[in-house]
């Protein structure tokens, strides 16, 4: 069992910045993809980002130029910086963790809300 902690959300005003970051419980050892995903009231959870054991990064469009996705494979930590945040940004944001082997493990979620 892996357990994902995220932290860093919080309230900011829009065009501001904010980091998350998701650690994993213990060492992973193999190959898996983590990701960002976020899910606003309402809305369906959706794909904000992703990187692959490889360090291959892709994002959706509404995200692209402002959200940078990076892994820390040492300390088992994905980070996701997010610049010129918008009001449309608000959502819980969870980190998922995908083993090769189909298994996945999904973080409690981290509020981040966008607003004046």
């Known amino acids: 069992q892996v357990q994902l902690v995220e932290s860093g959300g919080g309230l900011v005003q829009p065009g501001g910045s904010l980091r998350l970051s998701c650690a994993a419980s213990?060492?992973?050892?193999?190959?898996?993809?983590m990701g960002w995903y976020r899910q606003a009231p309402g809305k369906q959870r959706e794909l904000v980002a992703e990187?692959?054991?490889?360090?291959?990064?892709s994002y959706a469009d509404s995200v692209k130029g402002r959200f940078t996705i990076s892994r820390d494979n040492g300390k088992n930590t994905v980070y996701l910086q997010m610049n010129n945040l918008k009001p449309e940004d608000t959502a819980i944001y969870f980190c998922k963790l995908s083993m090769t082997s189909g298994i996945y493990y999904w973080g409690q979620g981290t509020q981040v809300a966008v607003s004046s």
């Open positions: 213990r060492n992973i050892f193999g190959l898996y993809r």
């Open positions: 990187v692959s054991s490889g360090g291959i990064t």
